[in-house]
């Protein structure tokens, strides 16, 4: 069961996922969650260094689609100028998003990896579903109200992976 919450991959942030690291694993898209993950939880637009990221995953061909819990005003708006799809109130860990996220991109499960900063909802979702999961230090260290519950059970859950030494986590808060 604790095996489900552990990331396949943990990475300072988004920017260490670049196109050549995914093409060595045959990755050709990504199911990213945006909250804390894209942008600080509070940062209505995306910045310019993530506007490039989008460009360079594009330039090579990597599919991006924005898989969110929160609102469709606040994903609409994000991903709009980006020209992407989104899922909005995906309702992760549940598996529905993340399939349909994956039918509407063509790809083959084993070709997606799942982004996000929760192991709750990201990382235990991805792993349900079956995805390769990478998890990244959350942008900010405070989180909407939805949120503060969910770190409350992952720093239960970091700890004890950290004990039996499966993960050594740089963005646990203390
Ligand atoms: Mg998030």
Redesign the pocket.
Known sequence: MLRKFLPDQHVADIFEITPETLKEKNIKGIIT?????LVA?NEPNATVAIKEWFNQMASNGIKVSVV??NDRKRVKHFTTPLNRPYIHRANKPLKGAFRKSLKEMQLKKEEVVVV???IM??IFGGNRAGFHTILVV?ILQTDDKA?KFNRKIERFILNKLEKRGWIEWQGKKN
């Open positions: 969650d945006l909250d804390n993950t939880w969110s819990n996000g900063d929760q909802t990201d959350p949120t």
